[in-house]
């Protein structure tokens, strides 16, 4: 009995504890209970509300870029693309294939295809290709039933009208890459979109935030493994805003044409505001290429195209401005006073300097020359005397204050300031002093002297208006704080050459054309356009030896075409109401008369032609 009682007492102080130990943790979870349900209830609603609501973003429209009469350059165009979903696909591969055999399918997109499918979730759709004709989309529809899991996406692409025209202007726009993300950190969510495409060269890329715009969002349901269900709210973004150039692109495609697959490049300037209304280099490239991706071999081939179609010429280009550069040599030597303009300059085909000789592109020689009978017959040894007498120094003063020399504030990358050299250039740059016969190269735009198509065009605009300080215009619009404001009127000021000094040197450009021994007499303009002034220039790329003089010096028609002179005329029209400006380099063109004067005077034709089927503006918006 004893032994029974004490089995039974020790059986019930177990069942005791058994249940105190199950009451203890029953009071735990009861609390936990409480705790989460009650006091952290608010929390973990908010936690489950935004794994059930998703908010993403939705790019907005990119702003269409216009000329200066509203044309568009730059649109937004319907992009249709087709895309595979993974888990409604048995064989992708096979997939695949039969999709090759109904739109063009490279090697390439089928190896990113696989690539980007193996990092997503089954259930993402993974583009294919972009940029589908409605034919190739319409044949995609029609096969549908044979090819499960894939899709037909309809968006937006940008699209440059006119193309290679345009190209070195307008750039293009391309994915974002993952220095443009680096250089964002994080400041705008847009970026890390896929598929989202940002300005990268040209005006695209300078005007980028403005046109880009700001995101909208949507507020979408999804499941625990983020498939979307449906969309519950929309919020539209704030599309680009649109962005006006100068240019006229009528102007524009007449000048890309005239030049054609030269290697070449032309401004046109209005001489009274800056507005630049043609500013082409060819040849180009199609930036529509740049949009959809270029392939490898469409890269290479640009890259291997001795003609540069890569390089904006009209503003990256450095060329020996030649005899175009003259008509700063003879200002410089006019207001310094070194020079009057009835003194003549006796040439015999060359001049002679201690040991060195230095010829005239005349064999012959032009005789005595005054200075505007100089600047007609673009006479070498009249120059080298006026250089000499004038001094680098002088020189340099006056190219810089008619643009050449730094580069134009103009809203591009890239833009390149050409050369005007000096003493002290060349002992800080070669460490070496100045020698005399390079000022005399000097004077006729050789030697050390570059200059930019664009600044040529600026050269010749500040010439033409009297000497008053106009800059190169791009845009009638300026970015302030991220969005597009009007370009604020400026008045230019004097560069403080005399009206004199001008009018001699406009004297001998209007003899460069309309004189009797003027060296562009061909490039005269129709009778009823008026008459037009300019400069012809020729530019060595390679120095004529002794032995070639002797010889005969050979044609550039008979060299290589890389060896061959460069062409170069600056002009400006009407003569007596000046209003436009021209400059035209032909790389390895060899005459400026014979092959530069040609192509701006028809440049110019069709400048005024347009002009005066435009509607005319106040005088005071000239001078903006």
Not at 89 to 116: F, H, M, N
Not at 592 to 616: F, N, Q, Y
Request: net charge positive; hydrophobic share 40%.
């Amino acid at each position: 009995m004893d032994r029974t009682s004490d089995r039974g007492r020790l059986l019930t102080r177990r069942a005791a504890l058994l249940g105190a130990g199950q009451l203890g943790l029953f009071g735990l979870l009861v609390g936990r209970m409480y705790y989460l349900q009650v006091v952290e209830a608010e929390r973990y609603r908010v936690l489950a509300e935004e794994n059930r609501i998703n908010i993403r973003l939705l790019p907005p429209p990119r702003g269409p870029i216009v000329d200066r009469n509203g044309i568009k350059l730059a649109i937004n165009r319907q992009n249709f693309r087709v895309l595979v979903v993974r888990e409604d696909i048995v064989d992708l591969e096979a997939t695949l294939g039969k999709l090759a055999r109904i739109v063009p399918l490279s090697d390439y997109d089928r190896q990113r295809v696989l690539r980007e499918v193996g990092r997503r979730r089954s259930f993402v759709p993974v583009p294919v290709r972009e940029n589908l004709t409605w034919e190739e989309m319409a044949r995609i529809q029609v096969n549908a039933h044979d090819l499960p899991g894939v899709l037909i996406d309809e968006g937006q692409t940008r699209h440059y009208e006119h193309g290679p025209a345009m190209a070195h202007l307008m750039g293009y726009v391309a994915a974002v890459s993952e220095e443009d993300l680096a250089a964002a950190r994080g400041a705008d969510p847009l970026l890390e979109l896929p598929g989202f495409k940002i300005g990268k060269a040209g005006v695209e890329r300078e005007f980028d935030l403005a046109l880009r715009g700001k995101s909208g969002s949507k507020r979408v349901e999804v499941n625990a493994r983020g498939r979307e269900i449906r969309e519950l709210e929309r919020e539209e973004g704030e599309p680009g805003g649109q962005l006006a150039l100068t240019l006229d692109i009528n102007l524009q495609q007449f000048a890309a044409d005239r030049l054609g697959q030269e290697s070449a490049s032309c401004v046109v300037m209005d001489i009274h505001s800056g507005e630049v209304l043609a500013m082409t280099s060819t040849p180009a490239f199609d930036p529509n290429a740049f949009t959809r991706g270029l392939s490898s071999q469409e890269w290479k081939a640009l890259l291997d195209n001795p003609r540069a179609p890569l390089t904006p010429k009209a503003i990256a280009g450095q060329y020996a401005p030649g005899s175009t550069f003259k008509m700063v040599v003879a200002l410089a030597a006019l207001e310094a006073g070194v020079i009057k303009p009835e003194q003549t300059v006796w040439c015999p085909g060359h001049m002679t300097l201690g040991n060195a000789r230095f010829h005239c592109w005349k064999r012959q020689g032009h005789g005595h020359v005054s200075l505007v009978q100089a600047l007609a017959q673009s006479c070498d040894v009249y120059f080298y005397e006026v250089a000499k007498r004038t001094g680098i120094e002088r020189i340099a003063d006056m190219a810089r204050r008619f643009g050449l020399g730094s580069a134009p504030d103009i809203v591009l990358r890239g833009v390149r300031g050409g050369l005007i050299p000096t003493k002290a250039w060349k002992q800080a740059t070669l460490g070496e002093g100045w020698h005399q016969g390079e000022t005399l190269i000097a004077g006729i735009g050789q030697g050390y002297v570059l200059a930019t198509p664009l600044q040529l065009a600026l050269m010749t605009a500040r010439l033409a208006n009297g000497g008053r300080r106009v800059d190169p215009v791009l845009t009638r619009q300026v970015m302030v704080d991220g969005h597009l404001a009007p370009r604020p009127v400026a008045t230019p000021e004097s560069l403080g050459v005399s009206r004199h000094s001008l009018n001699l040197v406009r004297q001998g450009m209007h003899e460069v054309v309309h004189g009797r021994r003027g060296t562009a007499r061909g490039a005269a303009l129709p009778e009823e356009l008026g008459e037009m002034c300019g400069k012809t220039g020729t530019a060595q790329v390679r120095r004529i030896t002794r032995a070639e003089r002797e010889a005969g010096v050979t044609r550039n028609e008979d060299l290589p075409w890389e060896r061959r002179d460069h062409a170069l005329f600056v002009c400006y029209a009407p003569a007596d109401k000046p209003r436009y400006a021209v400059a035209v380099v032909v790389e390895h063109g060899g005459g400026g008369s014979a092959v530069a004067a040609p192509i701006a005077r028809d440049v110019m034709i069709e400048t005024l032609r347009l002009d005066s089927a435009a509607p005319r503006r106040p005088e005071g918006d000239l001078k903006a």
